[in-house]
């Protein structure tokens, strides 16, 4: 016979459903070495999230208050082209980070986010971060830090592709075919 009450099963699911969620934060790689307290800070203002392949996630232009660290599958960031199809930006997949716009001012999304892949992820409330990042200086540094290097790993891997396109063989080669030319 089961003497549980419901609301005591209920709050044993929640402190159960809550371990497991702090377990998936900890464990991702934009997270690890943060300490107790920030990571209960971000643990507060998180939520398991799934997108089925081609939803859309965000829009360029809205309002950006949100980020999400990436379980599983794959997101496309894209860029809307004036009457044709959207363009191919970014592909980020599990264990990155996808969204900084809810860090810095205007605070709207520069892209389209789309789901590739059936796509799990933890969402987080980037507004209350935003506030917690100004009433904790120590814990606004660290995110600002770690939010810093993934924008320049990402314009470092726009810079490679940029070069790709101006140069499909390499420029060893394309220097060789220009000197050739040149003989």
Sequence with gaps: MNTQLPIQSSAKELKGKHKQLKALIEAHPFIQGLGASHLATLVDCAMKIQFAPGQLIFREGDVANRFYVILEGKVALEAGSRGASPVLIETIGSGEVLGWSWLFEPYTWHFDARAVEPTKAIFFYGTWLREQCQQ?????????????????????SARRRLLDLSYPYGIATENLLLNHLHN
Excluded: H, T
């Design 136 to 156: 904790d200086r120590e814990f606004g540094c660290e995110l600002y830090k770690r939010v810093a290097l993934i924008v320049i790993d990402r314009l470092q």
